[in-house]
């Protein structure tokens, strides 16, 4: 079946460092791929998405671009605040019939 | 426009008790998904309905969970008798239509404790 691979966390960053967060997948045909974040207390929300290959998803300075050939989907952003302190889940969703997966997500601290 | 509404937001409650939580998609949407959040777990689909009927049931953990869509803009989830590794943030979630490969919009979650 589906599956997300995700770096392990918690990753602690300074104010205006770099991130990078990796995530790979296992999937049969051509999934749609998911960046959301999570705020303490609250739901999941899509940060950005990627519906086929060698598209780039962005959103408030995250991108990610999907990479068939290494079947990745890494989320980056080049200067990292204190608000963007959150766990950040990747996730996919095949065609019609296949599983939606999320990754076991990547707890972020940015501090300033 | 409102977002999925759940309630209650936090339930607590004793072994062997009944719960339901309750669910209210985004209006016109037509797929409804409730998911289970624990730390050991992370975020487990439980079931999955489009057009209110259940598509895919199999994560649901066994026979003490049920859950029904009697229409478009309600749902729920039942855990009869609940057990304490029951505890756990309960999502619900809806998209505009098949489900799949679509974007998820999800409820701010019902924190359910069971002693």
């Known amino acids: 079946g589906n599956s997300v691979t995700q770096m392990e966390g918690p990753v602690t960053l300074s104010e205006e460092a770099f991130l990078t967060i990796n995530c790979t997948y296992t999937a049969t045909g051509y999934p749609s791929l998911f960046w959301y974040v999570q705020y303490p207390g609250e739901g999941l929300q899509l940060l950005l998405k990627?519906?086929?290959?060698?598209d780039k998803g962005s959103n408030k300075g995250f991108e990610a671009t999907y990479r068939k050939e290494t079947t990745s989907f890494h989320l980056e952003k080049g200067s990292v605040q204190v608000s963007d302190s959150a766990v950040y889940f990747c996730?996919?969703?095949?065609?019609?019939?296949?599983?939606?997966?999320f990754g076991p997500g990547t707890r972020l601290s940015v501090l300033p | 426009d409102a977002g999925v509404i759940q309630s209650p937001r936090h339930e607590v409650t004793e072994m062997g008790q009944e719960v339901t939580l309750r669910c209210k998609p985004i209006?016109?949407?037509?797929?409804l998904f409730w998911y289970r959040q624990t730390m050991m777990r992370g975020l487990e689909l439980l079931i999955y309905?489009?057009?209110?009927?259940?598509?895919?049931d199999s994560g649901m953990p066994e026979d003490r969970f049920s859950a029904k869509m009697p229409n478009a803009s309600f749902s729920t989830l039942k855990i009869q008798p609940s057990e304490p590794r029951d505890s756990a943030v309960y999502f619900c979630?809806?998209?505009?239509?098949?489900?799949?490969?679509?974007?998820?919009?999800f409820g701010p979650g019902t924190r359910l404790l069971v002693l």
């Open positions: 979630a809806s998209s505009p239509g098949t489900g799949w490969g679509e974007t998820q919009y």
């Open positions: 209006s016109g949407h037509n797929s």
């Open positions: 309905f489009n057009n209110n009927v259940p598509i895919d």
């Open positions: 990627a519906t086929k290959a060698d």
């Open positions: 996730a996919l969703s095949g065609g019609y019939g296949q599983n939606f997966v």
